[in-house]
């Protein structure tokens, strides 16, 4: 293998780039069966605009993930250039790394600094910009630093005195803390893309090594070429735009690591707006799907019974809310309110969830013929029963029988698709009743009590004193 160079431009002989996976921060021998492979790319010089040769490397740094060594070299001019990338995309959060140094060994702590981060020796009052990507330990972060600040301090001596008297304080101090005598002192590295990274340590005590994750503000996500989804997608009014993809962090419920939570507005035609929310975790495999409706509560509640004849209307629309219950007489198949959830799908596939749910809980198998694990329990007669509903229900679902569905929503919120040539008048197959709410319906929905009238009168009437 051809000599490499590692972050602080030392060669290093027949060795990967310095990558710490023993925890002992030494170089790691590159082994012919680890996968890892060396890229070797010929590329320009910018120095003496002759070929040289830049090495790439894909490694995972433990406990962070994976990133891009590359190390350029031109044997021309001697021009040497070490960086490192972060092998995947910006994350959902900042980071803020923050190490408190109290012996020498905390020196050796390995650090990834991406092109996004800057770096701040507190007690130094020392700050590195954002620049290109780095990784090394904290000895050779604060090295560079007195090194650059040494750069030109004679120039500065005669042109400029005050500052040159700063400067050599700072370095002064720089050089007393990397021969441990200024012990404690602080290092954070901040980062807004949230891929650079401290090694924590097993033993480190409270205080010692601190991470924390943030959300960017407007101005770091424009930093990063990210849109600001502050009032992005927003109208003039600051309402959502319908039909628009929104995206927005969130935790996963399964296994509580951040995920992505996807919102779209839908306009259904001669309905209303809805929203479709989806999650999925990319961790643990989690997904959900589901739809919310909104609007004011209307006085009364509907009724919607449609006659399933062919493959044409199992491919209708329907939107079921969380308060609708759905029926199906000739199938002998009955979903109370909120089983569920809210769902914007066909019918098909609003028949195809209920058989997967239902065949889960009561076979634990395949509901489409693969091995089924019923019972002991179950009776002959109670098993031939449902032998015959998931067959009649397969059948509806494949469009060779015909059924009814019903859909009762007391607060008027789902909707089938209309196959009517004219949208203004009613489908030959489907009736729309509207109906008065009963008190059950009311009281579990929370109506029975609701005031929107006159409801701050009634308040002072309540709290006035009785004579």
């Known amino acids: 293998m051809s000599d490499l160079f590692n972050p ?35 590329s320009l010089c910018m120095n003496c605009h002759k070929n040289g ?6 490694t995972r740094i433990p406990y962070f993930r994976e990133v891009i060594l590359m190390s350029f070299n031109c044997d021309h001019c001697g021009l040497q250039n070490n960086e490192i990338q972060s092998a995947g995309t910006f994350q959902l959060k900042g980071a803020h790394y923050e190490l408190r140094l109290t012996s020498m060994g905390d ?3 390995q650090v990834v600094k991406s092109d996004t981060a800057t770096v701040k020796f507190l007690e130094l009052d020392v700050e590195v910009p ?5 990784l090394t330990n904290i000895e050779g972060l604060l090295s560079t630093i007195v090194d650059d600040l040494q750069v030109g301090q004679e120039a500065r001596k005669e042109q400029s005195p005050e500052a040159y008297a700063k400067i050599e304080e700072i370095i002064s101090k720089g050089k007393k803390m990397l021969a441990g005598e200024a012990f404690p002192f602080r290092v954070t590295v901040d980062d807004p893309a949230g891929n650079s990274f401290i090694t924590p340590d097993m033993r480190d005590g409270v205080g010692k090594w601190e991470k924390r994750e943030y959300l960017r503000t407007p101005e770091q996500n424009e930093a990063l070429g990210l849109a600001d989804t502050t009032n992005e997608g927003l109208d003039e009014d600051g309402n959502i735009i319908p039909e628009q993809v ?12 951040p995920c992505t939570t996807n919102m779209q507005m839908v306009d259904i035609p001669h309905f209303r707006q809805v929203i479709i929310m989806s999650t999925s975790c990319q961790d643990c495999g989690y997904k959900s799907n589901d739809v919310k409706t ?9 009724k919607t019974t449609l006659q399933v004849k062919n493959a044409v209307d199992l491919a209708r629309d329907i939107l079921k809310s969380e308060s609708c219950a759905l029926e199906c007489p000739e199938l002998t198949l009955s979903v109370n309110p909120g089983t569920l959830g809210g769902r914007f799908t066909t019918v098909e596939g609003l028949l195809t969830q209920v058989r997967d749910d239902l065949h889960n809980q ?32 397969k059948k509806a679902i494949k469009g060779e029988r015909e059924f009814t569905i019903i859909l009762t929503d007391p607060l008027a919120m789902s909707y089938v698709q209309s196959l009517a040539d004219d949208p203004t008048k009613p489908d030959d197959q489907m009736i729309i009743e509207e109906y008065t709410r009963t008190a059950e319906e009311e009281e ?16 002072e009437t309540k709290e006035a004193p009785s004579s």
């Open 53 to 58: 040769m830049t090495r790439i490397l894909l």
């Open 294 to 302: 909104g609007g004011e509560i209307p006085e009364k509640g509907v």
């Open 107 to 109: 020196f050796e702590r």
């Open 362 to 393: 009561i076979f634990q198998g395949d509901a489409n013929g693969g091995s089924e694990k019923r019972g002991d329990s179950f009776a002959a007669e109670e098993q031939g029963r449902w032998d015959k509903f998931f067959a009649d229900l």
């Open 246 to 257: 929104y995206e927005f962090p969130a935790s996963c419920p399964g296994c509580m690591h």
């Open 130 to 134: 954002a620049g290109r990507g780095q």
């Open 8 to 42: 602080i431009g030392e060669k290093v002989e027949k060795v990967a780039p310095v990558v710490d996976t023993n925890g002992t921060n030494e170089a790691v021998p590159e082994a012919e069966d680890d996968g890892k492979v060396v890229e070797e790319i010929e």
């Open 444 to 459: 579990e929905l929370g109506l029975a009590d609701m005031k929107t009238e006159n409801y701050a009168a009634d308040a």
